[in-house]
């Protein structure tokens, strides 16, 4: 019977294997959390290629009537992005910037790209890039017609479509007149509609190229919408020093800035799978 008091309880216990004579076979199995990670990644690369093969069946749908308008349709016109694009109506040039904008988010969250969705962003820029440049030529076109036409409610419409793919694209851009103008139309779409969320963008992708700057991941920039009198961080375009510590923790492990000062990078538009199934779809209908 154990003595539960000074003295240990005499228990059976096998001996250490490095104190043992006996010969000790090392294990050739993986450890569980190995395989656990092989597991979820090989699943992790099935979803995200079917996601893209859904995208290209997608575009592959579409018929004649989504065809960008040949250049003896219009006067051609040039943008910092190239030619830009034009279409039959406003809708569908709104249905493909989101497209590509759907595409960039593809791939910026491939499994072999960083965790943290903002490192993403640089990590994927070469291949996001075409379809960064292809929102920028086809809102151009999108905003020719603002300034040469008063604003209808199909236009202001279509105006509003344009705010997130320019902001998901905007925030990779490292040429300094696609910057400009990407920011200047930004601004000019929120005096028209008088959407004040318009003007958040803006300063975003700005405070994403200065703090890529700071990195030494992108140009030099200065912020000409920020106000930097603003104690709003939304608004003043000071985003979080690269060498500050990071005080936040959530419950699913990210930390992506510290509670004081958030950026407004595109990617924080990019929420987890378990928070869009707490989406319900028939309460959106």
């Given at each position: 019977?154990?003595?539960?008091?000074?003295?240990?309880?005499?228990?059976?216990?096998?001996?250490?294997?490095?104190?043992?004579?006996?010969?000790?076979?090392?294990?050739?199995?993986?450890?569980?959390?190995?395989?656990?990670?092989?597991?979820?990644?090989?699943?992790?690369?099935?979803?995200?290629?079917h996601l893209r093969g859904?995208?290209?069946?997608?575009?592959?749908?579409?018929g004649s009537g989504f065809?960008?308008?040949?250049?003896?349709?219009?006067?051609?016109?040039?943008?910092?992005?190239?030619?830009?694009?034009?279409?039959?109506?406003?809708?569908?040039?709104?249905?493909?910037?989101?497209?590509?904008?759907?595409?960039?988010?593809?791939?910026?969250?491939?499994?072999?790209?960083?965790?943290?969705?903002?490192?993403?962003?640089?990590?994927?820029?070469?291949?996001?890039?075409?379809?960064?440049?292809?929102?920028?030529?086809?809102?151009?076109?999108?905003?020719?017609?603002?300034?040469s036409s008063s604003t209808?409610?199909?236009?202001?419409?279509?105006?509003?479509?344009?705010?997130?793919?320019?902001?998901?694209?905007?925030?990779?851009?490292?040429?300094?007149?696609?910057?400009?103008?990407?920011?200047?139309?930004?601004?000019?779409?929120?005096?028209?509609?008088?959407?004040?969320?318009?003007?958040?963008?803006?300063?975003?992708?700005?405070?994403?190229?200065?703090?890529?700057?700071?990195?030494?991941?992108?140009?030099?920039?200065?912020?000409?919408?920020?106000?930097?009198?603003?104690?709003?961080?939304?608004?003043?375009?000071?985003?979080?020093?690269?060498?500050?510590?990071?005080?936040?923790?959530?419950?699913?492990?990210?930390?992506?800035?510290?509670?004081?000062?958030?950026?407004?990078?595109?990617?924080?538009?990019?929420?987890?799978?378990?928070?869009?199934?707490?989406?319900?779809?028939?309460?959106?209908?």
């Amino acid at each position: 019977m154990p003595f539960y008091g000074m003295a240990p309880a005499m228990d059976t216990k096998s001996m250490p294997p490095s104190f043992s004579s006996a010969r000790v076979e090392s294990s050739t199995k993986e450890s569980p959390s190995l395989v656990d990670i092989e597991t979820a990644t090989a699943r992790a690369l099935e979803e995200w290629n079917h996601l893209r093969g859904l995208n290209s069946l997608f575009e592959q749908r579409l018929g004649s009537g989504f065809q960008a308008l040949s250049a003896a349709e219009f006067q051609p016109f040039d943008t910092p992005f190239g030619s830009g694009i034009l279409y039959s109506n406003f809708d569908i040039a709104v249905i493909w910037m989101n497209y590509y904008m759907g595409l960039i988010a593809l791939i910026r969250g491939h499994p072999s790209m960083p965790p943290a969705a903002t490192a993403a962003i640089g990590a994927a820029a070469r291949d996001t890039a075409p379809f960064a440049i292809l929102i920028g030529r086809i809102g151009a076109g999108v905003m020719n017609a603002m300034t040469s036409s008063s604003t209808s409610a199909l236009l202001g419409a279509a105006l509003g479509g344009c705010v997130l793919p320019f902001f998901v694209a905007g925030v990779q851009l490292q040429d300094a007149h696609q910057r400009r103008w990407i920011v200047q139309h930004l601004r000019q779409i929120e005096q028209q509609s008088g959407w004040a969320s318009v003007g958040l963008c803006a300063v975003g992708c700005e405070t994403a190229w200065t703090q890529a700057a700071k990195m030494g991941q992108g140009p030099p920039y200065s912020c000409v919408c920020a106000d930097e009198k603003s104690g709003d961080v939304r608004l003043n375009g000071k985003g979080r020093e690269p060498n500050e510590p990071l005080s936040e923790v959530n419950d699913r492990g990210l930390v992506p800035f510290s509670k004081k000062a958030r950026l407004q990078f595109a990617s924080a538009l990019l929420e987890t799978e378990e928070e869009l199934e707490k989406m319900s779809l028939v309460d959106l209908a």
